[in-house]
């Protein structure tokens, strides 16, 4: 089992920033990727950005040159900046192809609440 922490969410005025992490913890060998995704309410849930263990980042159109992904073995950053207030929306760590006892899979967290409100 691997469980993911998100922490960093709150409320910031618009053109403000916000630094998310998420910590992976439990039980497992490696972690393919991790990224982040997030889902406002009444929307579907959307990519936001990814970073694989080897490889370059991707970034969800509306958020380059804005937010940064990074990662530190197995916590991964959101670094955002100028949020706006089309930012808000619960922001979800992914954990994609974990390898532990049984065969790969994907694992979430509970999410963090981003609010942008002047």
């Known amino acids: 089992q691997v469980q993911l922490v998100e922490s960093g969410g709150g409320l910031v005025q618009p053109g403000g920033s916000l630094r998310l992490s998420c910590v992976a913890s439990?039980?497992?060998?490696?972690?393919?990727?991790m990224g982040w995704y997030r889902q406002a309410p009444g929307k579907e849930r959307e990519l936001v950005a990814t970073?694989?263990?080897?490889?370059f980042t991707s970034y969800a159109d509306f958020v380059k040159g804005r937010f940064t992904i990074s990662r530190a073995k197995n916590t991964v950053y959101l670094q955002m900046n100028s949020l706006k207030p089309e930012d808000t929306a619960v922001y979800y760590c992914?954990?994609?192809?974990?390898?532990?006892?049984?065969?790969?899979?994907?694992?979430w967290g509970r999410g963090t609440q981003v609010s942008v409100s002047s």
């Open positions: 970073i694989p263990s080897v490889g």
């Open positions: 439990g039980s497992f060998f490696s972690i393919n990727a």
């Open positions: 992914n954990a994609a192809g974990v390898s532990g006892s049984g065969p790969k899979r994907d694992y």
